[in-house]
């Protein structure tokens, strides 16, 4: 089946891949919390967006309606600076895959394991394996059969969310933003590590340029998309953490899976239950979205020479890169024997490092391709292009700067395989 006739996803069923692939649900960043102060955690859902997904959302937007093709961002980049920098950003995104949909297929374990004590081990490990293989299944039916579970997943995630903040709404006894920042905490674990957490849970956007073939009306749909998705992903982030917080105030309590003990402390037994639930299918739904939108940078890499010409094969049925997809699936199930600390670690630095690509490139082709129509543009001219270029890169310096430890000393090393790729790639070309 060629690509022209794959069944193309609609803006509704868009919207809801783009928010389980860029939000899934508020879990993930509780961390930054006892990391970097309950007040500090509020100020970046809130404001970190100007400097991270806003400006990821804009430049994506401009280049998406600019250049509307199947790979995205790969593909903007290597227009941008050539071969090798267009190589990088797919290699990296790509890697950066590996970990990010083994992360969530960990983190849905994880979350299982919470009421399944026995779930440790080889059991544990088995079944994030078998959550990545049935999630590989569904991406090769296509992304209609993609965005279906996605919307499905997602009103299910939501839920049990919006219970919590009600339910809490008659216990508000604590202010939230109390205090700004842990007493005794080193500097670079408030302004560090809770950043680097909060750029993950606000990364992405750019990520589903990789699908655009696959759209009804890419060029229209894609700024709608952002626009939905971008204030959704906020509120997500903001209300149940600002809700929990105003009745608990046991701030120094928070870990990973705390919204669970939250909202059993708030409603009760099965509202802890559900929240539990709605943790796990989060990451199932993350999955889903991840597998849709970073398979297709290794199918149009094997397209334009850079990997080998099989991943370039598609399913008779379905139309969808399937040799891509099962590869990729592999290569995940191998790094689902890591813990999630680690795996988000390495991959903030791969995201970093593929993020400011994207954005340079939205520069660079300004620059280069001035007269390419662009149905929207980054607002306010020249001033709002270097807001969107360099609110971002002040924000990735940061957070690398104060990366910790595992990420600093193999952070780099992840970065430092591009290169060599490359070479080993163009060498056997």
């Known amino acids: 089946m060629a690509r022209s006739?794959?069944?193309?996803?609609?803006?509704?069923?868009?919207?809801?891949?783009?928010?389980?692939?860029?939000?899934?649900?508020?879990?993930?960043?509780?961390?930054?919390?006892?990391?970097?102060?309950?007040?500090?955690?509020?100020?970046?859902?809130?404001?970190?967006?100007?400097?991270?997904?806003?400006?990821?959302?804009?430049?994506?937007?401009?280049?998406?309606?600019?250049?509307?093709?199947?790979?995205?961002?790969?593909?903007?980049?290597?227009?941008?600076?050539?071969?090798?920098?267009?190589?990088?950003?797919?290699?990296?995104?790509?890697?950066?895959?590996?970990?990010?949909?083994?992360?969530?297929?960990?983190?849905?374990?994880?979350?299982?394991?919470?009421?399944?004590?026995?779930?440790?081990?080889?059991?544990?490990?088995?079944?994030?394996?078998?959550?990545?293989?049935?999630?590989a299944y569904i991406n090769l039916r296509g992304i209609q059969a993609v965005g279906l579970v996605a919307t499905v997943l997602e009103i299910a995630v939501l839920i049990p969310v919006v219970a919590l903040c009600a339910a809490s709404l008659p216990q508000w006894r604590h202010n939230p933003f109390v205090p700004l920042v842990p007493?005794?905490?080193?500097?670079?674990?408030?302004?560090?590590?809770?950043?680097?957490?909060?750029?993950?849970?606000?990364?992405?956007?750019?990520?589903?340029?990789?699908?655009?073939?696959?759209?009804?009306?890419?060029?229209?749909?894609?700024?709608?998309?952002?626009?939905?998705?971008?204030?959704?992903?906020?509120?997500?982030?903001?209300?149940?953490?600002?809700?929990?917080?105003?009745?608990l105030g046991n701030w120094g309590q928070w870990n990973t899976r705390y919204f669970v003990d939250a909202a059993q402390a708030i409603g009760g037994l099965g509202l802890g239950i559900a929240m539990t639930l709605s943790a796990a299918i989060s990451s199932v739904a993350a999955l889903n979205s991840t597998i849709l939108t970073t398979t297709r940078i290794p199918f149009v890499m094997a397209q334009d020479g850079y990997l080998p010409g099989w991943l370039t094969r598609l399913h008779p049925r379905y139309g969808t890169p399937w040799m891509a997809i099962g590869l990729s699936a592999i290569i995940y199930s191998l790094f689902a024997i890591q813990t999630l600390t680690q795996l988000i670690s390495l991959y903030i630095w791969l995201r970093i490092a593929t993020s400011v690509m994207t954005f340079l490139a939205a520069w660079q082709l300004r620059r280069k391709m001035p007269g390419l129509p662009r149905p929207f543009r980054v607002p306010g001219g020249r001033k709002g292009l270097i807001y969107a270029v360099g609110a971002p890169l002040v924000a990735s310096a940061v957070a690398l700067v104060g990366s910790d430890r595992f990420g600093a000393l193999w952070g780099p090393v992840a970065l430092a395989l591009g290169p060599a790729a490359y070479l080993l790639m163009r060498r056997a070309r």
Request: glycine letters at 8%; aromatic letters at 20%.
């Open 183 to 247: 007493p005794h905490r080193p500097t670079f674990e408030i302004f560090g590590v809770g950043l680097a957490l909060g750029l993950w849970g606000y990364s992405g956007y750019e990520q589903l340029s990789t699908v655009a073939e696959e759209v009804e009306n890419p060029q229209r749909s894609y700024p709608r998309a952002l626009a939905w998705v971008v204030p959704l992903s906020m509120l997500t982030y903001f209300l149940p953490t600002f809700c929990s917080l105003a009745a």
């Open 5 to 135: 006739q794959v069944r193309k996803a609609s803006l509704f069923y868009f919207v809801f891949v783009m928010y389980s692939y860029t939000t899934a649900g508020p879990f993930g960043l509780e961390g930054v919390v006892a990391a970097s102060g309950p007040g500090m955690a509020l100020i970046y859902d809130l404001v970190l967006p100007f400097f991270w997904c806003i400006p990821m959302s804009l430049v994506s937007a401009e280049l998406t309606t600019a250049m509307p093709v199947e790979g995205g961002f790969y593909r903007w980049v290597r227009a941008a600076f050539g071969d090798f920098w267009g190589f990088l950003a797919g290699w990296w995104n790509w890697m950066a895959a590996f970990l990010l949909a083994s992360a969530y297929a960990v983190l849905f374990a994880d979350y299982l394991g919470f009421y399944f004590p026995q779930l440790t081990g080889w059991k544990h490990t088995l079944l994030a394996i078998a959550l990545i293989w049935v999630m």
